[in-house]
């Protein structure tokens, strides 16, 4: 079972650069999250998709954007990176229906920008 | 909006010995689920616990117990036997049954001390 696959697993780039991490997901969620974790700290929420065709903002969006085009794709693009969003970032999938509500993540991606 | 509070950033515990960690919530819905997720080093976040709020009993995994106490939106995790692979960040999270996404807590770095 693949889960939560997410790439690339590292990625250095410099101030100005843009990016897309890719996230897909073989159990067919309806749910995807991307948040991001600064250093020691807790998960931020970036963005979400509750169905294809449907995202929304999460607490922390400046920056980024997404798309869903299908169920299993959530891409996150950095336009115009900047130091700031040195992170890691990861994605993540759930069901969210009352039998399965347990978020899958993937191994997340670690990007620095310098 | 939903919001999750851990009280604690960091704890300790000799091995063997048995720890609480603190989860604190705000929500107006009555239906949710509650989870303890585990960050060891590796990044990974591995789902350690989830309490469905309409079930009066405390879940139990082997070591891992919560306290789910509805009136006092308070869901605390209860690690007994303490084991060295028990060192890691504790995040609870949060997620109701409408379309809201899954919300964390910034986490409680636990260490376990030989």
């Known amino acids: 079972n693949a889960g939560v696959t997410q790439t690339p697993k ?11 991490l890719q996230c897909a997901q073989d159990m067919n969620h309806n ?11 807790g998960l931020k929420l970036i963005y979400y998709s ?11 969006p400046n ?14 693009r950095l336009e115009l990176a900047a130091p700031s969003q040195t992170s890691v970032y990861f994605c993540a999938s759930s069901a969210q229906d009352s039998l399965n509500t347990e978020a899958f993540f993937g191994q997340g991606t670690r990007l620095t920008v310098v | 909006a939903q919001t999750v509070t851990q009280s604690q950033p960091e704890m300790s515990v000799q091995e063997a010995e048995t720890v609480t960690l603190s989860c604190t919530y705000d929500t107006s819905e ?34 891992f ?21 028990d060192t890691a960040m504790y995040f609870c999270a949060f997620v109701d049954s409408g379309n809201t996404p899954l919300v964390f807590g910034k986490g409680t770095r636990l260490s376990v001390i030989a």
């Open chain 1, 63 to 76: 920056g980024y954007n997404v798309s869903r085009s299908t169920t299993e794709d959530f891409p996150l």
């Open chain 1, 10 to 20: 590292f990625r250095i780039l410099k101030i100005g650069q843009s990016m897309t």
């Open chain 2, 65 to 85: 117990s919560v306290n789910f106490q509805k009136a006092a939106k308070s869901f605390s995790l209860k690690i007994s036997d303490s084991q060295l692979g």
């Open chain 1, 50 to 60: 509750v169905g294809a065709g449907i995202t929304d903002k999460g607490e922390v």
């Open chain 1, 31 to 41: 749910y995807m999250y991307w948040y991001r974790q600064d250093p020691g700290m």
């Open chain 2, 30 to 63: 009555n239906n949710y689920y509650l989870f303890w997720y585990k960050q060891p080093p590796s990044r990974q976040m591995i789902l350690v616990i989830r309490q469905e709020a309409y079930k009066q009993q405390n879940a139990t995994e082997n070591r």
